[in-house]
């Protein structure tokens, strides 16, 4: 069974009396355990695609349902990685993570185990009683990711995780995304504007067209990267040297090119 | 900088010369008048005599007690009406910038309200509480209930969206949301409120004693007035002022403790 069932969505907005198109015709499963990225121009909705999914946004007709239950509001079973981190600035790291623990209803001894088993997970050790303004913008994500993952979700969600990081941190916390899904696989739908992101992280790419969004192409990376071997590297630059890798980045490339006239 | 030099900084002794000197000044034009002769004694006494009656009423009771123990009267009953203004309105003000329907129903009433000075509240004041403690009170509350009200649902309804966003994304109900989401981040704009709050509720304290209770500085104030003794009156003016500087000395470090609590020196804030 998918987890994440968009069916002829679309979305409008009304804006000074008139209804834009955000997105239409959206039909994407993703799979148990599947890593789908996003791909688009700006402003073609991908961002819509994950709030419709994370139930802050609702479709103008269609559905969107995920682990088959249609999305009627947010809930913690479809955590949310946000590109601007969204982290309390009055909570600690611990409490931070701890906040949606908390809606679960989980007794304070199971919410410290797993707490500190996360917190060992992302390498947030000894940063327990900091506070998000003491960290740096790397080490604010993973607490992030640590108070998405510790709610044992159905799906994550993450939109554009990386986007706010400088390019080296935003490279140690693909590879640490990457560890971490072959520890702990997960369903997530991830939103990013970078392509090369998205073929060393993902699945499957999904490449939109510019608004109003639509599918415009889906891309199985999954196939490439068993067939050549990306797992054996540690890498990401590894990766990105081969030459099946090159091949797909420029594809998805000159899709999204084309999209931008 | 350069382009206006009136906007730059003053050195701790520039402030402080600049200060007293203006102080200075005003005693000085006010004893001069004084002195001058061009008004009588009563009309506008002397700075040294005001002093020499705050004193005298240190040890001498006036309308029924000496001068400290009609302010700590005046505290008391300023104290219970303020903590029942904040203890009202910082809750309620959070409820309405999360309920929109609560927002709407009280908000216009409230903007009504809230131009009616708490000095035209007295009659009913007087008449539903009486003018012991229950009347003052609610006058007091009167005047601090609106900013406290206000500026907690402000702090609510300007509370970045993602992190409320983030909170419902983790399960986070009404409640979570605004004890834990709403009120931490109004904190700022809490605080500054309630020096407004505080402000205002030590101002319309006076104006309730002047009329009903039977102790306070502003029944000191009425009892001078009909003794014909300006310089009790003028005591009582100075008292005033001096209590309403250290409420609000009091409150801006409290306000300043919490930013830098907050912010932290120089943090890199997401």
Known sequence: MSKIEFRKLSRRFERDGKSFPALEDIDLEVQEEEFVAIVGPSGCGKTTCLRLAAGLEFPSSGTVSVGGQEVRGPGPDRAVVFQQFALFPWKSVWQNIEFGLKSKGLGAEERSSRIAKQIEMMGLQGYETAFPHQLSGGMQQRVAIARAYVLDPVVLLMDEPFGALDAQTRTVMQEELVRLARVNPRTVLFITHAVEEAVYLADRVVVMTRRPGRIREIIDVKSVRAKEGWDRFEKIEEVMDQESFVHLRTSIWKLLREEQV | ?270
């Open chain 2, 1 to 270: 900088m350069a382009a206006y030099p009136q906007q730059a900084a003053l050195s701790r002794r520039e402030f402080w010369t600049l200060s007293l000197s203006g102080l200075a000044a005003f005693f000085g034009l006010w004893s001069a008048i004084a002195l001058s002769g061009i008004t009588p004694p009563l009309f506008l006494p002397t700075p040294w005599a005001v002093v020499e009656r705050m004193m005298e009423l240190t040890t001498q009771p006036f309308a029924g007690y000496t001068i400290q123990e009609h302010l700590i009267s005046s505290v008391g009953r300023y104290l219970m009406g303020f903590g029942l203004a904040v203890s009202v309105g910082i809750p309620l003000g959070l409820a309405m910038g999360w309920f929109r329907g609560l927002d709407a129903a009280i908000t216009p009433l409230l903007e009504a309200v809230r131009f009616v000075a708490p000095i035209a509240w007295v009659p009913f004041a007087a008449l539903w509480f009486g003018t012991g403690i229950g009347g003052p009170t609610l006058i007091i509350f009167t005047g601090a209930f609106p900013p406290a009200l206000i500026n907690a649902y402000r702090g609510a309804r300007f509370v970045e969206p993602r992190l409320i966003e983030a909170a419902r994304t983790l399960g986070a109900g009404n409640w979570r949301i605004i004890v834990e989401v709403l009120l931490p981040a109004s904190v700022p704009s809490i605080v500054a409120g309630l020096r407004i709050s505080a402000g205002l509720g030590w101002q319309s304290l006076i104006g309730a004693e002047l009329i009903v209770a039977s102790s306070g500085i502003g029944y000191l104030m009425v009892k001078g007035q009909s003794n014909i003794s300006t310089t009790t009156v003028m005591s009582g003016m100075i008292a005033i002022g001096v209590v309403g500087v250290v409420i609000d000395v009091l409150l801006r470090r409290l306000q300043s403790r919490i930013e830098t609590k907050r912010l932290g020196k120089g943090s890199a804030q997401d």
